[in-house]
T-cell receptor
C-alpha cells in the first residue's frame, strides 16, 4: 500500500470549513483513499473513501486531484466535536481488507 | 446491534502472565482484525482474519496468537506478557471486498508491569 503524508496538526474555528490535506504521490491505479478519525481515545471511525471522483456524504467531502497524488478531506462546518486525529489511508480493495495507519493529523476546533 | 464489543476495558498484567482479549461482533462480518496503539502513534495491525478458520499476520504479530472458530468471535492471546505490550488494543470488523468501512470496538487498555 502507498504511503501517505499528512500535517501533524491543524487548527480550525468552529463553524468554518476544515480542509485536511493528504499527500499520496506513490498511489497506484487500483488504490483507494480512505479517511478515518479517532476522537480522544475511542476506536477509529470511518468517514469517507474514494478512488478518483470527488465524494460527499453526510459527514464530509473528499476531493482527489486529477493525478490522484493528493487529496483533501473537507468538514464543511466544523464543530467542537470534530476535534480528533484524522487518518488518511491508501489501500487496495482486495480480499484482505487491511488498513495501514500513519500518525494522522490532529485537528483542534476552537470556539 | 451491539456492533463490535471488547472485553475487558482495562487490564493490568505482570510480566510473564498470559491472558486473552475478547472481541465479538454481531454484524455477520467476514473480516476481523486486531490493532495496537501506543501513545502518540497510529494503529498497527497485529493479526487479521478473513473468515472462520482463516487467520494471518499483520505488521506486529510477535507475542500474540489468534484463532477464529466462529464468525462472531476473534480473541487475541498474549502468550507471555512483556512491558513492551503495554498499549491500547482495538478490534475491528467489516464485510469483505468492495471496500466496506471497518467498524472498531472501544478498545482494551493493557498495562504490563
Amino acid at each position: 500500500d502507498a504511503k501517505t503524508t499528512q500535517p501533524t496538526s491543524m487548527d480550525c474555528a468552529e463553524g468554518r470549513a476544515a480542509n485536511l490535506p493528504c499527500n499520496h504521490s506513490t498511489i497506484s491505479g487500483n488504490e483507494y483513499v480512505y479517511w478515518y478519525r479517532q476522537i480522544h481515545s475511542q476506536g477509529p471511525q470511518y468517514i469517507i473513501h474514494g478512488l478518483k471522483n470527488n465524494e460527499t456524504n453526510e459527514m464530509a467531502s473528499l476531493i482527489i486531484t486529477e493525478d490522484r497524488k493528493s487529496s483533501t478531506l473537507i468538514l464543511p462546518h466544523a464543530t467542537l466535536r470534530d476535534t480528533a486525529v484524522y487518518y488518511c489511508i491508501v489501500r487496495v480493495v482486495d480480499n484482505t481488507d487491511k488498513l495501514i495507519f500513519g500518525t494522522g493529523t490532529r485537528l483542534q476546533v476552537f470556539p | 446491534n451491539a456492533g463490535v464489543t471488547q472485553t475487558p476495558k482495562f487490564q493490568v498484567l505482570k510480566t510473564g502472565q498470559s491472558m486473552t482479549l475478547q472481541c465479538a461482533q454481531d454484524m455477520n462480518h467476514e473480516y476481523m482484525s486486531w490493532y495496537r496503539q501506543d501513545p502518540g502513534m497510529g494503529l498497527r495491525l497485529i493479526h487479521y482474519s478473513v473468515g472462520a478458520g482463516i487467520t494471518d499476520q499483520g505488521e506486529v504479530p510477535n507475542g500474540y496468537n489468534v484463532s477464529r472458530s466462529t464468525t462472531e468471535d476473534f480473541p487475541l492471546r498474549l502468550l507471555s506478557a512483556a512491558p513492551s505490550q503495554t498499549s491500547v488494543y482495538f478490534c475491528a470488523s467489516s464485510y469483505l471486498q468492495g471496500g466496506y468501512e471497518q467498524y472498531f470496538g472501544p478498545g482494551t487498555r493493557l498495562t504490563v508491569t
